[in-house]
């Protein structure tokens, strides 16, 4: 089958675009724009604001070692828990405007959490005054140094994204008045760490005296490679929200790191730091695929559990292999062809439950839950799920994951991919196991739309506890009897 066209990866264009795109389709590569920012910039592209607050922060939290090691276990765990809050509270998340005064706030209360918690921790094991006022002093400084870190930090930043020696390209989408404002802003006060190379809108909208359009939506993936584009600011595009999705969830653009001005002014996320570019609010959206370290740990998750599983259930799949031998003789395992990640098939592994017609049977029959082929044991073995167990073995692979939307044969991918727009977005991630759809009820003879929403709803706001939740839920549904 080829593969879906929203996740085709384009050759990469001649570095450069053209001021002077043509609004009605098409980009004029007649003309190009040097993009390329300072010598400093364009090395210091992958860096990112916590791989220089993280080390400070351990730093500062480690120093009191330098003077005792009377209290290094303590130490050591007020380092990692502080570290922990810190990261849960947002404060190693990306910023255009830094200031060590905003941060101040949930900063002081989380160091004062995390000593207390220390200090409670350190009295109930040791009963002597003078060794917890010991250890709290040590917290105290650790804490006043962690302070000092940051506002010594947050000066070198703005320094350096003065002085351009860190900034990454931007594009805005979004074509009116506030991406007007936003280009003008960014160009002039390079203070927020992003180089404007341009903004692109639908054809239709009128170009008056609006930001400097480089071409259309359409055109977003392909200027994102040619402009090495990091990041994209969603200002006031002229376009639908799918249209607008469709060309954020492309490869290309949804390797960027993706901000937007909210639509209702003056609103602000509960719980969040409010942030701006020039007094105009702007918001950091959630990564809308697993690139980067949250695949890595998600991969390593994967990796330690099909080997533990592997292992503990391997008495579990001799006899499933045996029950399936002597309910439909050799051939115990089925392997059927799948659509993975980026549309790529591979061969899904499973233990036979009955035996198709045919391969055309296998490829486009939707439900074999009622076929009177299948036999007591497959039927059994269908209903809880351990016909699937095999299927540890492609994640070990990695042709699947443990948690991810469920995979598809090909007749099914191409026919659902043109019913619902939104279909093949799902294939973003790796296929799973198990996933959010089916431990919402949403498996069988469902709709398929519903399917791909809740897929696509996992993909963006993936984490490691969603998975863990939904590993729990599943285990939950099969002991229920939950299956097909």
């Known amino acids: 089958m080829p593969r879906l066209p929203a996740f085709e990866h384009p050759s990469a264009p001649p570095s450069g675009v053209s001021m002077n795109a043509p609004m009605d389709g098409g980009l004029d590569t007649t003309t190009v724009l040097p993009y390329a920012g300072s010598r400093a910039s364009t090395r210091t592209r992958r860096l990112r604001a916590w791989m220089v607050t993280a080390p400070i922060d351990v ?169 090495e584009c990091e990041v994209l600011v969603i200002a006031d595009p002229d376009c639908s929200e799918a249209d607008l999705m469709e060309s954020l969830l492309r490869p290309a653009s949804s390797r960027c790191d993706l901000w937007a001005v909210p639509r209702l002014w003056g609103s602000r996320s509960q719980g969040g730091h409010p942030d701006h570019i020039g007094a105009i609010p702007i918001i950091k959206i959630g990564d809308t695929t697993l690139t980067g370290p949250r695949w890595r740990l998600k991969r390593a998750s994967d990796v330690v559990f099909a080997v533990t599983a592997l292992v503990l259930l391997s008495p579990l799949l001799l006899l499933c292999a045996v029950a399936t031998f002597l309910d439909g003789g050799r051939d115990v395992f089925f392997r059927q062809e799948r659509i993975g990640r980026y549309g790529k098939p591979f061969h899904v592994v499973k233990f036979r439950s009955m035996r198709p017609a045919d391969e055309h049977e296998s490829q486009t029959t939707w439900s074999i839950a009622h076929d009177e082929r299948v036999g007591p044991i497959g039927r059994f073995m269908r209903r809880a799920s351990l016909d699937e167990l095999p299927q540890l073995w492609n994640i070990l692979r990695g042709e699947m994951s443990v948690v991810g939307p469920r995979p598809e044969r090909p007749y099914f991918v191409e026919k659902f991919s043109m019913e619902y727009p939104r279909y093949a977005m799902r294939h973003r991630v790796p296929v799973g196991l198990t996933g959010l759809a089916q431990v919402s009820g949403l498996r069988g003879d469902t709709p398929i739309s519903d399917r791909a929403r809740f897929d696509n709803y996992y993909v963006e706001n993936w984490s490691l506890w969603l998975d863990i939740k939904i590993v729990l839920r599943t285990v939950t549904e099969v002991f229920r009897g939950g299956g097909r």
């Open 59 to 227: 730093a500062a939290l480690l120093a009191p070692l330098l003077l005792t090691q009377d209290y290094w276990r303590g130490t050591l765990f007020n380092a990692a828990l502080t570290v922990g809050l810190f990261a849960a509270g947002g404060l190693y998340r990306p910023r255009r405007h830094i200031s060590i005064l905003d941060e101040l706030p949930t900063l002081g209360g989380r160091l004062l959490a995390s000593g207390a918690v220390g200090a409670i921790i350190a009295a109930l094991r040791h009963d002597s005054v003078p060794h917890v006022s010991g250890f709290v002093r040590g917290v105290a400084l650790s804490a006043a140094l962690v302070i000092v870190g940051r506002a010594l930090n947050s000066r070198l930043i703005l320094l350096a994204r003065r002085r351009r020696w860190v900034e990454h390209n931007a594009i805005v989408i979004g074509g009116g008045p506030i991406g007007a404002e936003l280009a003008r802003l960014l160009r002039r006060y390079p203070q927020y760490g992003l180089r404007f190379v341009g903004a692109v809108d639908a054809p239709s909208r009128p170009r008056l005296g609006a930001a400097p359009l480089i071409g259309t939506i359409d055109d977003l993936e392909k200027l994102a490679e040619m402009l």
